[in-house]
């Protein structure tokens, strides 16, 4: 069993953890998504292919699949308090398609942030605000969270539009505009491609962690827009999303490793760092003889080495677990020893 260690904090290295499935569809799917874990322990990720839902028990087995009429679920967050499924989920409005050697299909993307109930129905649906930006631009969300009931807030939803204008944009729990922010507006300066969302309950006031992807940094803001704090240093290269449990904070670098963080955001380490296979031709994924996308051969994924994390989150016993952005997906569980 591979061990993966950062300070004082160890974790055995569970590859292949989940029983993803394996159709020929969803081995050429180029998995693009994010991971929770419910309120029951349940480990909730998605299809490498297609906007279905799977649950996973803590053992990897999958115990329920829940399609949805989404194009794509980019990142997911609890809507509700109990064991349920309501989720609030990006979904970018795009997603590569292998029929196209892996491009983006042409159009419009009509990206959304959806709350869904727990069949996997879209009850509710923020598209793009009325603002100039959106007049001609594009709006592609990536992450979406709401300051409700489980985190004890006022029905709030915050929205990244991380792929299109690199906004943030802030909710009531009616689904009214109440502000936009391009990070211009306080010390952070401009965003650039704020991916993931995280509201912060370790402190007495919560607060709101961006992961500015683009930028190598984290911004803070409180929970009413006013910036905090940026988190960089150089400590950081992608951070694309968040995890907590007790005071620790683990970020997914897209830049193949997670880091870890104290309760005063101090870097504690880093786990399966591998940065230098970013550099390889057609990372994430690898090129064949004719230079097409394909998965990396096996090889290429060692037990111990990240390729592109891309989603987090830790369950109460404080395992890992860490969906990856290429072919055919990765799904790995570090489990706390």
């Known amino acids: 069993m591979v061990r993966v260690s950062a300070g004082d904090l160890s974790y055995e290295w569970m ?39 799977l649950m996973f028990d803590t053992g990897g087995d999958l115990i329920r699949k829940v399609p949805t009429g989404l194009l794509e679920i980019h990142s997911m967050s609890l809507a509700a308090a109990g064991d349920g499924l309501d989720l609030w989920v990006a979904d970018p409005g795009a997603k590569r398609s292998p029929g196209l050697n892996y491009d983006y299909p042409p159009g419009e993307r009509k990206g959304q942030a959806a709350k869904l109930d727990s069949e996997g129905r879209t009850v509710r649906s923020i598209g793009a605000p009325s603002l100039p930006i959106y007049a001609d631009g594009v709006y592609s969300p990536t992450a979406v969270i709401a300051f409700d009931d489980p985190l004890g807030g006022n029905g709030d939803v915050w929205v990244a539009d991380g792929y299109g204008q690199s906004y943030l944009h802030r909710y009531d729990r009616d689904g009214e505009l109440i502000a936009s922010f391009s990070g211009e507006e306080s010390e952070a300066g401009r965003f650039n491609t704020p991916h993931g969302l995280m509201i912060d309950t370790r402190k007495a006031d919560p607060e709101l962690y961006i992961a500015d992807r683009g930028n190598a940094r984290i911004v803070v ?117």
């Not at 993803?20 to 490498?48: M, N, R, T």
């Not at 905090?228 to 950081?236: A, H, T, Y």
């Open 221 to 337: 803001f409180d929970l009413d827009g006013q910036f905090k704090r940026v988190i960089n240093s150089g400590i950081l290269s992608t951070p694309c999303a968040f995890a907590t449990n007790g005071e620790l904070l683990a970020v997914a670098e897209l830049r193949a490793r997670v880091s870890l963080l104290d309760g005063d955001d101090r870097l504690i380490g880093y786990l399966g760092e591998n940065e230098i296979v970013c550099d390889r031709p057609g990372w994430p994924n690898a090129l064949d003889d004719d230079g097409n996308p394909v998965r990396p051969p096996d090889e290429a994924l060692p037990p111990g080495k990240f390729n592109s994390p891309h989603g987090i989150a830790m369950d109460g016993a404080g395992n890992i677990y860490v969906p990856e952005w290429l072919i055919g997906g990765r799904l790995t569980k570090l489990q706390k020893v």
């Open 15 to 53: 590859e292949n953890w989940a029983s993803l499935p394996e159709s020929p569809e969803a081995q050429a799917g180029w998995a693009h998504h994010g991971v929770i874990v419910a309120a029951s322990g349940d480990v909730v990720a998605c299809h490498q292919a297609e906007a279905t839902i």
